[in-house]
Nanobody, 127 residues
Framework: QVQLVESGGGLVQAGGSLRLSCAAS????????MGWFRQAPGKEREFVAA????????YYADSVKGRFTISRDNAKNTVYLQMNSLKPEDTAVYYC????????????????????WGQGTQVTVSS
């Protein structure tokens, strides 16, 4: 069992940056693949970025590639999402998620594969 708590959301102007954090409870954090998803009003929750157990493998949605960076610190049980060059279309509630049933080195982009979810943090980008 793992509990996830996101933080770092807020209001930012287009072109600005934010760094989201997701703190996880539990002693086996390092064996979970982690991901970030987002959900805008009236839209389905969509994949943003994913990272493997060790952080050696990452994967991004095309819409954020080159602007967002996912990373993790297993010693701190935390995964991060650095968001640069933000656009108004990045406005959404951002969720982190954990997947326990993966092999080392695997990144997971499928929403249904994730076992645990945080409560979300709002990111609003003004034009």
């Amino acid at each position: 069992q793992v509990q996830l708590v996101e933080s770092g959301g807020g209001l930012v102007q287009a072109g600005g940056s934010l760094r989201l954090s997701c703190a996880a409870s539990g002693r086996t954090f390092s064996s979970y693949a982690m991901g970030w998803f987002r959900q805008a009003p009236g839209k389905e929750r969509e994949f943003v970025a994913a990272i493997s157990w060790s952080g050696g493998s990452t994967y991004y949605a095309d819409s954020v590639k080159g602007r967002f960076t996912i990373s993790r610190d297993n010693a701190k049980n935390t995964v991060y999402l650095q968001m640069n060059s933000l656009k108004p279309e990045d406005t959404a509630v951002y969720y982190c998620a954990a997947d326990s049933a993966v092999e080392p080195g695997t990144v997971v982009a499928t929403r249904e594969a994730y076992d645990y979810w945080g409560q979300g943090t709002q990111v609003t980008v003004s034009s």
